[in-house]
């Protein structure tokens, strides 16, 4: 593919992501004509075929015979263009109908080009460039293929030691929703093009709370719950336009969701209006056997037929029962024309009956192209956040750097949990890069050789450090600790690190932390060994640039945490939009500060723990810049708002330091009373604003009173009238309240 045409998509990219674009694939205006004319030739058997999807890697011909039989609608796994042509080939010029096979692949966070794992995209709390990498993942799969990718994932996650917490966009709705947005729009562009890749959103729906975060675990969410906390960010990405959408393992209050009517067709089709494809999790319609929710395949191929599934992903339900339950009235034919529709039509808006196959050779020239890679060096940057600093940062030039750690030079790692098709070759780690940045100055002793590794001892390493300046540790998670099925009980750093940082502060050097993981860690004892720490989850194919230019100051730190950290697992859950309770915690006496014989009600009377109270290690919304910023002058335009109006707010915000930053400024508000208890803060919106050193800006935000709805008692989406608090603020537990009312 010309250079030019490499500019002109990544300018397209651009565009698609600017807030004025198109939030879907425009649906094609015959497009339903043109479904119900195919519809109308099918054979029961054909229709049942395009339900069924099958990971096909690699082997053509094992399902070529299928293929020709109509019985294979979709195939997942396969990225290799030629034998993507080849599986297409089969399907559209040697079966009776050519109906096109939608190929999927979890393309989660870049496809060739990797970005931050999703839990570090979210931390950057910019959604048009998460919405650009997004594009980038869409023009690199599609040139080989790939024309589905199973993301955004959009599971809402309390509980860090759920592996999957890596690829979400954390605890909050109203973030995790902007997020949702930017990915599908991103993903899908503003126009159905050969570039456009159909997203899904997943896992449908309160995958991560996962009791005990324990992956695939049951869920016991109220419906209430699931309305205000764990769906909006799924029905942003349905009015976004979201083609397809992905049923979850767990079973929630008892119902699995493959086979869970009310929320796959009273709520995502019946109230939000969703047409586009739902396929299960893979072969979570057999799992439903396990659960205990279906007696064998045949009973689970009824169960998710009847409650809206409209394709199978590896049980091979419906190709093996489908036709006799039709036979036997216990599914409608209704019911599988209406999935079939569903799947045809995605097909079709994704313009693959006019354009099933990809050009190989164009397909090389869009891998890794500069302006992808640039992105994901700007996404890394932006996702790193700046927990901790003494004034160590940004690096002095002329300084004698030790580099150590166990993810300093670990190219597999540091791309994080699922990353099918990065490949390690292409990471540049944050070793090479300082190399680079610092020529003669590095000096490179690992330590550890990889996160889990004991050792009892360090003395290259501390030998090393009493000759350094400064040290740089790169710690954190090899990348098969977060992701799926990957939950840990301990969210510590393994192995030995931070006994190695407690080993290489003690040689009387500044300690500068980088932690590389899938999760927020509970690092509280390594910050006292540390005199600063960067928190950059899994950066990506680009992370090591990234760092080097943020530890040398050449990038000033904007991220704020996407989640609460902790300050040890036995708090586990604790997140900012949390309810008050009868008791709220008000940073009572702790365990050291206990009375001897004290007695039985002389404390504890609040809902906390007495060893680490109830206050995070950092909350929602933090991070550290190497410059400053302060609000003032905060009011509202007014004292009372009618449900239909808007509160606006302003503020000065300005850069108090020595140096230009960006600072993610937040909106809160709080519901003092309802029909039903509400939380103590909910982000309503949130902006990044870029500031010369010295300079004050006035910004102004307006926020619909209709955005403070929510299901109530009676479960009616409504404004209550009542008190209000708003704040405008840097995190979730900053900030003086304005109050305003709504009647
Ligand atoms: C996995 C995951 C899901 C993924 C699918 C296909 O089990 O749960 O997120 O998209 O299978 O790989």
Redesign the pocket.
Known sequence: MKRTKIVLLSLLAVLACSPQAGTSVGSCPDVEARVDEILSRMTLAEKIGQMNQVSAGGDVAHYADALRKGQVGSI??EVDPDKINAFQRIAVEESRLGIPLLVGR?VIHGFHTVFPIPLGLAATFDTALVCRGARVAALEASAQGVRWT?SP?LDIARDPRWGRIAEGSGEDPFLGARMAEAMVRGYQGSVPDSTSIAA?I??FVGYGAAEGGRDYNSTFLTERELRNVYSPPFEAAVKAGALTL?TS?NDNDGVPSTGNRFILKDILRDEWGFDGLVVT??NSMGEMIPHGFGTDRKDVAEKAANAGVDMD?MTFGFLSHLEELVKSGAVKEKTIDSAVRNILRVKMLLGLFEQPYVDPAAAKAVQYAPEHLAAARQSAEESAILLKNNGVLPLREGLRILVTGPLADAPHDQLGTWCFDGEKEHTITPLRALEARYPGQIRFEPGLKYSRQRRDRFDEVTAAARQADVVLAFVGEESILSG?AHSVADLNLKGSQSELLAALKACGKPVVAVVMAGRPLTVERDLAHCDAMLYSFHPGTMGGPALAGLLSGDVNPSGKTPVTFLRTVGQVPLYYNHHMTGRPYNGETLLDDIDLEAGQTSLGNTSYYLDYGAYPLFPFGYGLSYTSFAYSGAALDKETYGTDDTVRVRFTLSNTGSREGTEVVQLYVRDLVGSVTRPVKELKAFRRETLKAGESRTVEISLPVSELAFYGLDMVKKVEPGEFRLWVAGDSASGEPLSFKVQ
Do not use: G, S, V
Request: glycine share 0%; with cysteine.
């Open positions: 997942l796994n979890d199973f994932m899904c997943k896992h992905m393992f999790d893979w992903m799926e």
